[in-house]
């Protein structure tokens, strides 16, 4: 079993920053691709940022500039620091991977999410 397991939500000030991490546990062979995804009540989740193993990343429009998504791959583990919040970034964060438990069985997982909350 695969398990990801999400810290560092919470409530913060517009302006001020929070730091999510990730941390991925169980039967794992090796890990591609690792995410961050949103969802805002009322609102479709949307990815956030990605990253693959060889460190390529790729940003949502919305967050460029101050959001990055980094990953400690001896750690299993995906972090999300998060700059300059503004009210629209308040939602559940969910953290996503594509994780081989074997040779042969690559499979995609979520978190359980985290809440953000932005206050104004």
């Known amino acids: 079993q695969v398990q990801l397991v999400e810290s560092g939500g919470g409530l913060v000030q517009a302006g001020g920053s929070l730091k999510l991490s990730c941390a991925a546990s169980?039967?794992?062979?090796?890990?591609?691709?690792m995410g961050w995804y949103r969802q805002a009540l009322g609102r479709q989740r949307e990815l956030v940022a990605s990253?693959?193993?060889?460190?390529?990343?790729n940003y949502a429009d919305s967050v460029k500039g101050r959001f990055t998504i980094a990953r400690d791959n001896a750690k299993n583990t995906v972090y999300l620091q998060m700059n300059s919040l503004k009210p629209e970034d308040t939602a559940v964060y969910y953290c996503n991977a594509n994780i081989w438990s074997s040779r042969f069985n690559l499979n995609n997982y979520w978190g359980q999410g985290t809440q953000v909350t932005v206050s104004s």
């Open positions: 990253i693959t193993p060889a460190d390529f990343t």
């Open positions: 169980g039967s794992i062979s090796g890990i591609n691709t």
